[in-house]
């Protein structure tokens, strides 16, 4: 079976799950991870996506960034497939080191952009590795806190939204943080394989019209190509294959 085309415009927010091929591990040592990070930064500034999140486990990763004109595909394929060789060169192996395709979950921003950012950086404390997301070092929330330096994490704009003082805006940050219990969607939710879209009614009707325009757009200019190819095999004019003369 064909796999489904993504949905992919400026301005999208996705969720970003990548696991290991059969759930191995992907990071072995803090050296992967920083090349991992290093990948992140590359493609950042290459592709110049916004990146607000990240959580690097074992055997998985969590992003979560919204694209500008390059699409997604084109910076998650340079990022896995770098990685992927990067991996396989260091520990003398062959093969896929992530499991199928990553899962890219489009997002609402305005009422989730804050709950996915907890989400990712609370999958440490989630997952028992520690009991605070201060004490995990490969997630993007000490970022926030102004105690590690990323500048291709984008954080302005998320503080923003609790102060405009910078101090003030990392105080009712980490308070956010860890008022989980408020949150309106839970793990399971993610973990649900035929999940591609997180928004309320009006936001999955948006997407449906913009996705329906981007097909038709897309059969529109898949045709002209075709007349022009026609055109310079056949010798013909171009106006003359699209007349209604035979």
Not at 50 to 76: C, G, I, Q, R, W
Not at 92 to 116: M, N, T, W
Not at 146 to 165: A, G, P, Q
Request: proline share 2%.
């Amino acid at each position: 079976m064909a796999r489904k085309p993504r949905i992919e415009f400026a301005g999208a927010l996705y969720h970003i799950i990548a696991r290991g091929n059969n759930k191995e591990d992907i990071f072995t040592e803090s050296k992967d991870y920083l090349k991992y990070l290093s990948l992140l930064k590359k493609y950042q500034e290459r592709t110049s996506f916004h990146l607000y999140a990240f959580a690097l486990m074992t055997n998985h990763v969590h992003l979560l960034l919204e694209t500008e004109d390059t699409p997604l595909s084109k910076s998650m394929q340079g990022i896995q497939q770098s990685y992927t060789q990067y991996f396989n060169r260091k520990y003398s192996r062959v093969g896929h080191l992530f499991q199928g395709r990553y899962k890219a979950i489009l997002c609402e921003k305005d009422p989730y952009l804050l709950e996915l950012i907890r989400y990712i950086h609370l999958n440490p404390v989630r997952s028992k590795i520690v009991d605070c997301p201060s004490k995990y070092s490969w997630t993007s929330h000490l970022v926030y806190l102004d105690k590690k330096k990323m500048k291709f994490v984008e954080t302005d704009k998320t503080l923003s939204m609790f102060s405009r003082s910078k101090s003030k805006a990392r105080e009712l940050y980490l308070k956010f943080i860890f008022e989980e219990k408020n949150a309106r969607h839970k793990e399971e939710f993610y973990d649900l394989s035929e999940q591609q879209y997180l928004g309320r009614e009006e936001f999955i009707e948006e997407i449906k019209k913009r996705t329906k325009t981007t097909k038709e757009f897309e059969k529109k200019s898949s045709l002209i190509k075709l007349v022009k190819v026609i055109a310079d095999l056949t010798k013909i004019a171009e106006e003359s294959i699209k007349s209604s003369s035979r």
